[in-house]
């Protein structure tokens, strides 16, 4: 079955910077276009970032551009998030998840549980 587990949350203060991970398993992963969402409290689901199954192409939201990078490792089935120059707006819960269809944005049919991120002094 599809599994997405994620790690590298943490603790940090503003400015600084965090690489998130999310390995996958039970599906193709180089096959797939995968995403980076996240979840602050007590609010909706908010798109970071997408990456196209070959690395080529890369999106990001606009609150993230410049700051964020996403990239991934198709030989260890990995998808990474670089964040640099975290504001506390950043605190939220990432998730990776698993587009279904090539393209950007917040539609997924796969998630995992997520990894906490806290910015905060």
């Known amino acids: 079955q599809v599994q997405l587990v994620e790690s590298g949350g943490a603790l940090v203060q503003p400015g600084g910077s965090l690489r998130l991970s999310c390995v996958a398993s039970?599906?193709?992963?180089?096959?797939?276009?995968m995403t980076w969402v996240r979840q602050a409290p007590g609010k909706g689901p908010e798109w970071v970032s997408t990456?196209?199954?070959?690395?080529?192409?890369?999106w990001y939201a606009p609150s993230v551009k410049g700051r964020f990078t996403i990239s991934r490792d198709n030989g260890k089935n990995t998808l990474y998030l670089q964040m640099n120059s975290l504001k506390p707006e950043d605190t939220a819960l990432y998730y990776c998840?698993?587009?279904?269809?090539?393209?950007?944005?917040?539609?997924?049919?796969?998630r995992g549980q997520g990894t906490q991120v806290t910015v905060s002094s």
């Open positions: 998840a698993r587009r279904p269809t090539p393209g950007w944005g917040n539609e997924y049919d796969y």
């Open positions: 039970g599906f193709t992963f180089s096959g797939y276009y």
């Open positions: 990456i196209s199954n070959n690395e080529v192409n890369k």
